[in-house]
């Protein structure tokens, strides 16, 4: 284990999982920030903004070698790919954040409703903020988050993936560039590390991953009764109405489920197709990659799939299906491989005729692969969605606006987007997070500085002290006053 300091005064700690005293180490920075919170005070709006314009710059001029190493950590990761959802999409919700810190701080005054008393609620850093990253997004999901934990006056402690170890070491570096070790810390190590990391008596703790590490997550923490924020996944379903254009559905539908090769918690994990649609949707499928992928093996905008673990486990979902009866159909170009263990990117599948006994109707896909399933009534379709476990999101195409509102009133999720997929994560004032199985907690815009600052009621009783003298004895001439009162 080594603890490194830069010329910036920032901790990068690269721990090793056999050494007993890792967690000691850890818990020792951690002590350390949260003594230098309390010392310092609150941090004021300009603090905060400048940590917040810091992170921004750290992203901006470091966009090439991040860009750089996150495609050597996925093996092959489209540049574009890593520019608009990583580096972009974190700068414009730091960007929000900095220029709303000041009005969210303000205090908001309560009608007391009460003579004599004043009221307000004051938001309040909580202090330091645990931070476990995922390797599919591993700076949107490190430094989007610091949008709402800065602009609520914390400090942090990240742990990013070890999947995506080039990225991680270059973050911890940069940061120990940028910040100062009372400000931010990046804590490098293994999945032990991690477990580790969520045993701290952190302030809050903010998980996203896979449901069943949420789990153990949770577990630990509620160990110190630390508060937690978890963006999980779980299988998120795109629902074809039979007024829908097919075509249409099936082309955002892929948009998504294509890029970064479907490695993300929104991706759509199923279609419900109307029945008899099946050959319109395999027709506007092969239509879409043609014309987005010519080529995927060796096209540089196709992002291959993050380790060699990951890789066989999508193979065999596909082979399960396939087993048990599932229709596969690859999408891939005439005169190219439906998937290679080399590079690892595997074209587009459909999976039809499936059934939920099939591995790929039971777990979260992380890949491009898509089952599709077919109902006959609306209803049906409503009624598969709420026997499963609630998802991170829903996605709805049709036209009738009243089955746009029944859609929306009786099935449940952690987002809900009409005639498109994933467009709510774009609108920074919008919470962005699940429920149930899929998470709790939601953050992105206003809705991160609340879910990151602690909302102090504050209340000024008057000189006079009037509502305070009803609760003052004796209570005989109060008690009279009290029944005339509930006998009204």
Not at 103 to 109: D, G, N
Not at 336 to 351: C, N, Q, T, Y
Request: net charge negative; glycine share 6%.
């Amino acid at each position: 284990m080594s603890v490194q300091t830069s010329s910036a005064q920032s901790i990068a700690a690269n721990l090793d999982s056999s050494d007993a005293s890792s967690f000691n180490e850890m818990n020792a920075i951690l002590s350390s920030m949260k003594r230098a919170h309390l010392k310092s005070g609150p941090a004021d709006a300009e603090l905060r903004q400048d940590r917040l314009l810091r992170a921004i710059r750290l992203l901006k001029e470091n966009r090439v070698a991040l860009s750089q190493a996150m495609s050597e950590d996925f093996g092959h990761r489209s540049t574009y790919q890593s520019m608009v959802a990583d580096i972009t999409t974190s700068i414009r919700a730091l960007q929000h954040a900095a220029e709303h810190v000041a009005q969210w701080m303000a205090a908001e005054t309560i009608d007391t409703e009460q003579a004599g008393l004043q009221a307000r609620i004051q938001p309040q850093p909580l202090g330091v903020v645990g931070v476990i990253s995922p390797w599919n997004f591993p700076l949107n999901l490190s430094f989007g988050p610091l949008a709402g934990i800065f602009s609520a006056g914390n400090t942090v402690m990240l742990k990013p993936s070890e999947l995506t170890p080039r990225t991680s070491e270059l973050v911890a570096e940069l940061v120990g560039r940028y910040f100062d070790p009372m400000e931010f810390v990046v804590v490098l190590g293994d999945s032990q590390i991690a477990q580790q990391f969520s045993s701290l008596p952190f302030d809050h703790l903010l998980f996203t991953g896979s449901t069943a590490v949420g789990k153990l997550v949770m577990r630990a923490a509620s160990e110190n009764l630390v508060p937690v924020t978890l963006e999980l996944g779980g299988k998120s379903p795109v629902v074809i109405a039979p007024d829908a254009d097919v075509s249409t559905a099936v082309a955002r539908t892929l948009t998504i489920k294509t890029f970064n090769a479907g490695q993300i918690c929104l991706s759509p994990d199923y279609i419900l197709l109307p029945q008899g649609a099946e050959e319109q949707l395999i027709d506007a499928a092969q239509q879409f990659i043609r014309q987005s992928f010519p080529t995927l093996q060796t096209n540089t905008d196709y992002t291959a799939i993050i380790s060699d673990r990951h890789y066989q486990r999508l193979v065999h979902l596909l082979e399960d299906a396939q087993q048990k009866g599932a229709r596969v159909i690859s999408l891939a170009p005439d005169d190219e491989v439906d998937f290679d263990a080399s590079s690892r990117k595997i074209a587009p599948h459909l999976v039809l005729d499936v059934t939920d006994d099939m591995a790929i109707m039971q777990e979260e896909i992380f890949g491009p692969l898509l089952p599709v399933k077919t109902y006959h009534e609306p209803e049906d379709a409503i009624d598969y969605v709420n026997q499963h476990p609630r998802p991170l999101a829903a996605y709805y195409f049709g036209e009738s606006q009243t089955q746009q509102a029944q859609f929306a009133s009786q099935t449940t999720s952690g987002g809900l987007v009409i005639n498109d997929v994933m467009t709510h994560v774009t609108i920074e004032d919008l919470p962005f997070g699940g429920v149930g199985a899929s998470g709790m907690g939601a953050y992105h815009g206003i809705h991160g500085f609340r879910r990151f600052s602690h909302a102090k009621p504050i209340v000024i009783q008057n000189q006079e002290g009037t509502s305070n003298l009803r609760l003052r004895a004796p209570y005989a001439d109060k008690l009279a006053q009290l029944e005339d009162f509930l006998a009204q």
